[in-house]
């Protein structure tokens, strides 16, 4: 099974969380813990696991990034 991994769009790292939630909503700020990156994600959650070296080094080099952003990350 393929699970979603969340990427700091700053500076790479996976260890991002969230930091809290707005009250009312389910818009989340979430925050990268190496950095303090933060943005903003609405009616989507985030769930912890551990994934060994070779997993994440593939969620990683799948991840998304803005065409615009390619270069820089
Ligand atoms: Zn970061």
Do not use: H, Y
């Amino acid at each position: 099974m393929k699970i979603a991994a969340l990427f700091c769009l700053k500076c790479g790292s996976e260890i991002v969380d969230i930091n809290n939630w707005k009250m009312g909503t389910t818009t989340a700020e979430v925050i990268c813990t190496r950095c303090g990156n933060k943005g903003l994600i609405q009616g989507l959650t985030v769930g912890r696991v551990v994934l060994n070296g070779r997993q994440l080094a593939e969620a990683s080099e799948d991840k998304a990034i803005p065409w615009w952003l390619r270069e820089s990350v």
